[in-house]
């Protein structure tokens, strides 16, 4: 009997997830801490709820094209930034932590980011806008099945815009189109060349 054997370069990788419950506020501190030395790994922590997770390659391409993409348009329009990665956001009194995939501060540095970016490629189990209105992140970018929604934070809860509060003029639609481009060195080349006409 033959044993059929798996070709690494066709198989694919998913992002893993590990879902806790009953975690406490410490519990989850001390998790994270220790977790601070295991590099790509992620949590999402909502009220004694935590999630930690291993993004995969696709999550990482994407997130990292979004990120180089939206660079490219603020310092083409000549508008202050501060790209702050992937922080530990938290707030104990609404029991809430992440780290985004991107996060973004428009004019000045803050400590919460005014742009918080997450690429989905496989859906976990918390709701990630919550995570964020706890948090007091004004806006959301949620990139998930090739398109980019925007959430902007409202005294009720999130609202999905059409347009970014903080960048009204970046058109979506031209932004969405290379994000999906095959190669990133293109999507970025071509990009800044659009957004200059």
């Known amino acids: 009997m033959k044993t059929p054997i798996i070709n690494p370069s066709t198989e694919l990788i998913t992002e893993q997830r590990i879902i806790l419950h009953g975690v406490t506020w410490q519990q989850y501190e001390t998790i994270r801490t ?67 995939d991107e996060s973004y501060n428009i004019a000045t540095k803050k400590e919460i980011p005014d742009i918080a970016i997450e690429v989905i490629i496989s859906s976990g189990s918390l709701d990630i806008l919550s995570i964020y209105q706890g948090l007091g992140v004004p806006e959301v970018w949620l990139w998930q099945q090739n398109q980019l929604s925007i959430y902007h934070l409202r005294e009720q809860g999130y609202e999905k815009i059409s347009r970014s509060e903080f960048l009204p003029d970046l058109d979506l639609e031209i932004l969405t189109r290379y994000i999906n481009y095959p190669d990133q060195y293109d999507a970025i080349i071509e990009f800044r060349a659009a957004i200059q006409e």
Request: net charge positive; proline share 7%; with cysteine.
């Open 34 to 100: 220790a977790l601070d030395q295991v590099p790509g790994a992620k949590m999402i922590y909502l009220d004694g709820i935590l999630e930690i997770m291993t993004p995969s390659p696709e999550h990482e391409y994407k997130k990292s094209t979004i990120g180089e993409l939206l660079s490219v348009y603020l310092r083409e329009k000549k508008i202050r930034f501060y790209r702050c990665g992937s922080p530990t956001l938290k707030r104990e009194l609404t029991k809430r932590g992440k780290e985004p």
